[in-house]
């Protein structure tokens, strides 16, 4: 079974340029979570999606959004960049079962360089 | 507010030097707590998840172990291939849904032959 993917793996852009990620979960799941990671704060939740609606949302500025398709993939968007957005963004993807938490299982990431 | 502190920050151990990580947390109601490992330049992999005090789950040399305080990740005769960052997290029943997970800053483990 594949993995949950994330396009692109790296990415470079400068300061006021917005940028969109892709997601792609694992066949079935209908769950994705984006995180962001830095050496800093280390892994902090984004924001959740699960059958095309927001559930949570973590404290990150209105820059940062996203999205869920129907067939559960998912894009997450940063407008107007800023130099601390450069992180690790992280996809995770889970098979949601009667309303508990499942597993999640995470993607490669996307490195984002805000220059 | 829902916090997971673990420690040590770091840990370097011998091949075959058994040893404890540590994750104490402080949540409004515990939904699940969740080990993951994480490798350099890669996404964190999946290893336990943990629901109730008592609760212990293993996977070859790892065995987790969960209190009402804290969750203890044991490795047994840890080999080189062990050497990552361990990462706890945890789900609040209070946090506003589902999947929402609140990652303590991890233990980097060193494994050196």
């Known amino acids: 079974k594949a993995g949950v993917t994330q396009t692109p793996r790296y990415l470079i852009k400068t300061r006021g340029q917005q940028v969109t990620l892709s997601c792609s979960p694992i066949?079935?799941?209908?769950?994705v979570s984006w995180y962001q990671q830095t050496p800093g704060q280390g892994l902090q939740f984004l924001f959740e999606?699960?059958?095309?609606?927001?559930?949570n949302k973590g404290n990150f500025p209105g820059r940062f959004s996203g999205r869920q398709f129907s067939n559960s993939r998912s894009e997450m968007n940063v407008s107007t960049l800023e130099l601390g957005d450069s992180a690790l963004y992280l996809c995770?993807?889970?098979?949601?079962?009667?309303?508990?938490?499942?597993?999640?299982?995470f993607g490669p990431g996307t490195r984002l360089t805000v220059l | 507010e829902d916090q997971v502190t673990q420690s040590p920050e770091a840990l370097r151990l011998q091949e075959g030097e058994s040893s404890s990580l540590n994750c104490s947390y402080t949540?409004?109601?515990?939904?699940?707590l969740f080990w993951y490992r994480q490798d350099p330049g890669k996404g964190p992999e999946f290893l336990f998840t943990?629901?109730?005090a008592g609760e212990e789950k293993e996977k070859e040399r790892l065995k987790a172990t969960l209190t009402k305080k804290e969750s203890f990740l044991h490795i047994t005769a840890p080999k080189p291939e062990d050497s990552a960052t361990y990462l706890c997290?945890?789900?609040?029943?209070?946090?506003?849904?589902?999947?929402?997970?609140?990652f303590g800053a991890g233990t980097r483990l060193a494994v050196h032959p």
């Open positions: 949540v409004s109601g515990l939904r699940g």
């Open positions: 997290a945890v789900s609040s029943m209070f946090s506003g849904g589902y999947n929402k997970l609140i």
């Open positions: 943990l629901y109730s």
């Open positions: 995770a993807s889970s098979l949601v079962r009667g309303g508990e938490d499942d597993e999640q299982f």
């Open positions: 999606y699960f059958s095309e609606t927001q559930r």
């Open positions: 066949s079935g799941h209908r769950s």
